[in-house]
């Protein structure tokens, strides 16, 4: 081989599974010859461009920093009057249990502009029913059925609804679930 480098014998073992491909590739670059000369013109890096900045009437900047603050100003009343994607927090959670371990818990929201208290029911523990067959949940007094809030079916797991209810709740002593048609058993109710 040539004196520009070690012999490749020196380099690499005899042994070498990779020694044809590494051997072949050694005399291509062998083949290829030394890099250029670095061309004079690269030798030394470029002048940097000289910039230039240009200078805006004084009224150019109040005005862009009128519009700037005035687009601010509008972002934060958008914000603060429009609607926001956070749920609202429920005023009260209701617990209920029965007699055969079912519980659920009625997240009751605050009071709407027409007087309904929307809810979402969570109910764990009772049974499917056959298509075509509820539950209700109702509102009591003196221990009887009073006022629906809504019908549901519930699924494996925990099975979350939401309902609502238009009334005075103040008027009521309890929430009670039974099948819907009937008026007993309460499946499941919140303490008396």
Same mark, same amino acid.
């Given at each position: ?15 070498? @599974? &990779? !020694?044809?491909?590494?051997?072949? /590739? ?28 240009? @200078?805006?009437? !004084?009224?150019? %900047?109040?005005?862009?920093? /009128? $519009?700037?603050?005035?687009? +601010?100003?509008?972002? =934060?009343?958008? %914000? ?11 005023? /009260?959670?209701?617990? +209920?249990?029965?007699?055969? =371990? ?6 009751? +929201?605050?009071? &709407? ?5 929307? +809810?979402?029911?969570?109910?764990? =523990? ?5 298509? =075509?067959?509820? %539950? ?6 003196? &221990? ?8 549901? $079916? ?6 979350? $609804?939401?309902?609502?209810?238009? %009334? ?20 499941? !109710?919140?303490?008396?």
């Amino acid at each position: 081989m040539s004196g520009l480098g070690p012999d490749f014998d020196e380099l690499v073992d005899p042994g070498d @599974p &990779d !020694r044809d491909r590494l051997e072949s /590739a050694h005399d291509l670059l062998l083949a290829a010859g030394p890099l250029p000369e670095l061309p004079p013109r690269l030798q030394e890096p470029p002048a940097e461009p000289k910039a230039r900045i240009i @200078p805006l009437p !004084r009224r150019r %900047y109040t005005a862009i920093a /009128a $519009v700037a603050i005035a687009a +601010m100003i509008l972002f =934060g009343v958008g %914000y603060a009057i429009g609607g926001r994607d956070t749920p609202e927090k429920p005023v /009260a959670t209701i617990a +209920m249990n029965g007699p055969s =371990g079912a519980t659920a818990s009625i997240a009751l +929201m605050p009071l &709407d502009e027409a007087g309904n208290w929307p +809810m979402t029911i969570s109910v764990k =523990g009772l049974r499917e029913l056959p298509p =075509g067959q509820t %539950y209700g949940l109702w509102l009591t007094r003196n &221990d009887k059925l009073a006022d629906p809030c809504g019908t549901f $079916v519930v699924g494996p797991g925990t099975t979350e $609804v939401p309902l609502n209810a238009p %009334y005075r709740l103040k008027e009521y002593d309890g929430w009670v679930i039974v099948r819907t048609g009937t008026t007993k058993p309460f499946l499941l !109710r919140t303490a008396i």
